[in-house]
């Protein structure tokens, strides 16, 4: 039997950050390191290295803007899990970057919208001459018109990144979509790897990634027990159980659920919650339901439901309400 | 655009009384069948059609032992939506089965285990000639070897049943193993309509439910919220979000959710849980995860795990510990 040959990015910590403001403590993002280590997963995205000067979040835990210096005290030794962070376009400060060999983090990793994709790969080639790995992770992809996706491939495909992601930002694809932006990434981008990062609204974010690998998708984005932004991301301890690979262990992931995940599920929500499924649905941005959540009308669902479907609120919504 | 032409069979009341005991009030009841009716959901299960004499229970809710002038106290005017209800081998006592037309019900279907097919299809040409639509749900198929179940499909297809089910018991199948078994039920039984009843121990209910139907499936077993037995069903919601037919509609089922499932699900558990994901990708029957999560030890994900996979533990089991 053929070895799925993928490789897992743990996104715990970076997409998970987006619920508890990176509210995470030293020790759990510690133990959550040694234990994807002992799980096979080869990837850890240890948060954000975008820069505070550029951003508001003073509030925030230190997972949002990487230091190099406060890295090396989170992880005094490198295990053969790799490490990653995520950059936005404008929120980065190309100078907080150290030279690769004077760093603990192996690949980062570029988020744009299709309009930003040139400045997208600027960061990239300045972070591969650095020594980086490197990915370019377009979001928002359903609301992408297919000849804007192929003009940008022809920019794509000349430059150094490594790793071109398939990102279903508003959990509204299903397997269809993703084999076909799989096969379309492959076909026209030959000499990239292609990443597959999906959100469970409509509780297909597993099952999209493993159409994804079926497809040759390389790099796999997945969560600790789901964690990440409103309905999270495909688990972790799925694809460690799923793919064929002897070097994924189970176990180690349900230890740092058992530990860790399930208090935190406590404090913090994420995952299938009904609002966040109606925002997949209708193919929207996760933001009006999760300002629903945060309000006393969180389970209003048939009236949420009604506002969104209803042609006044979006004439409301752009006079700014 | 083509319409998908299936069906959906909602088994909030069935399936999910596996979970409550049955504690389903006639309120409630009588609100999940108009808004499934409003939803445009074909058939609702409404409980089992067992016989009391013939099984313990004597504590469950009415919607275990189905009485027909219970029935039509609860429903005294039939809407669009059909009545269903299960039977299984050896725990119906056919006197209990009114004829057709002086019944509430439509659809009775039987669940049986691949060596009872015979058994099964004795129940089915019963009620056929009392004027039932029938189905034969053959349970368990990730423990059947194909050459039983290419034996039992001559019986069955010279058998007058409409409708034969893909069953997923354990929660463990992928989209391949649905859309190969879905394929070949097809290939054997032309004569028949082929119905798809999956549980979410992966979260890949919902998936496997759309390979069915991109496969043919015609009935599509569903549950609001999921609810059903341990890590539950595919949820309605979805379906009658995403299926192309312009007489589903998602609001009733939101309503439902909004006023009924979420106060349920406060005090009754289903869905995502990971003693159940650790038997569903174990392809193990739920019923010791279930015993773990009635325990103090409810949350030792990793023990659990460790008996599970430990094969001293299937000594111990086959000595009756």
């Known amino acids: 039997m053929s070895q ?21 403590s030293v020790d759990f993002v510690r133990d959550l390191y040694r234990n994807l280590n002992a799980a096979g997963v080869e990837y850890m995205e240890i948060g954000y290295k975008n820069s505070p000067k550029l951003l508001k979040g003073a ?16 992880i005094p030794q490198k295990l053969e899990t790799k490490l990653s962070a995520l950059v936005d376009i404008g929120r980065v400060d190309e100078n907080d970057i150290l030279p690769r060999e004077e760093s603990l983090l192996d690949l980062i990793r570029v988020a744009c919208y ?15 001459s650095m020594g980086y790995e490197t990915s370019l992770n377009i979001m928002a992809l359903s609301h992408v018109l297919e000849h804007e996706l192929t003009e940008a491939f022809r920019d794509i495909a000349n430059s150094p990144v490594d790793v071109v992601y398939v990102v279903d930002s508003y959990g509204s694809m299903d397997n269809k979509d993703i084999g076909y932006l799989t096969e379309k990434f492959r076909s026209l981008l030959p000499n990239k790897l292609i990443g597959i990062h999906m959100h469970n609204n409509m509780q297909l974010a597993f099952s999209n ?22 309905a999270g991301n495909c688990p972790t301890e799925l694809l460690v159980s799923y793919l064929k690979n002897t070097r994924y262990e189970l176990r180690p992931v349900l230890d740092v659920i058992q530990n860790h995940m399930l208090a935190i599920r406590e404090k913090w929500e994420w995952g299938y919650i009904i609002p966040y499924m109606v925002s997949g649905v209708l ?6 339901a999760m300002a629903l959540r945060d309000s006393d009308a969180r389970d209003e669902f048939v009236e949420f439901y009604d506002k969104l479907t209803s042609p006044e609120t979006t004439l409301q919504s752009a006079k700014g309400d």
């Open 59 to 74: 509030d925030s835990g230190p997972w949002r803007f990487l230091d190099e210096k406060f890295l090396k005290e989170v």
């Open 114 to 128: 299709i309009k930003d994709v040139d400045k997208g790969l600027e960061l990239v080639r300045k972070f591969n």
């Open 283 to 288: 193919n929207e941005h996760p933001r009006v």
């Open 4 to 24: 799925d040959v993928c490789k897992i990015v743990d996104c715990t910590i970076r997409d998970g950050g987006l619920v508890n403001n990176w509210d995470f």
């Open 209 to 230: 990634t493993l159409v994804g690998v079926s497809k040759g998708a390389a790099f796999l984005d997945a969560s600790v027990y789901g964690m990440g932004r409103a």
